[in-house]
């Protein structure tokens, strides 16, 4: 099994910064893609910025300019570094990881439970 497991979120003022975690764990033997969604009530699932095993991001134009993706290979990890927050950034925050099990095996993706961000006043 793979388990992701986020931490970071909770509530900060339009204009703060947060700064999102995610460890991968259990029976991995490579990552490939490693990234962030995010869903908002009433809204669907939505990539907030994605980064490859080789380090290269992407971003959704919502954040670019205010988000940084990255992560540690060697921890498999990845943080998402969020500035100049503001209340449309609102949501569950979901870490999301494409997982090799074995050197033949077919990757699959793997979720974390979601961490809460809020922007508010």
């Known amino acids: 099994q793979v388990q992701l497991v986020e931490s970071g979120g909770g509530l900060v003022q339009p204009g703060g910064s947060l700064r999102l975690s995610c460890a991968a764990s259990?029976?991995?033997?490579?990552?490939?893609?490693m990234g962030w969604y995010r869903q908002a009530p009433g809204k669907g699932r939505e990539l907030v910025a994605v980064?490859?095993?080789?380090?290269?991001?992407n971003y959704a134009e919502s954040v670019k300019g205010r988000f940084t993706i990255s992560r540690d290979n060697a921890k498999n990890t990845v943080n998402l570094q969020m500035n100049s927050l503001s209340p449309e950034d609102t949501a569950v925050y979901y870490c999301n990881a494409d997982v090799s099990r074995g050197i033949l095996a077919v990757s699959q993706h793997y979720w974390g439970q979601g961490t809460q961000v809020t922007v508010s006043s």
């Open positions: 980064i490859t095993r080789g380090g290269s991001p």
């Open positions: 259990g029976s991995i033997f490579s990552i490939n893609d």
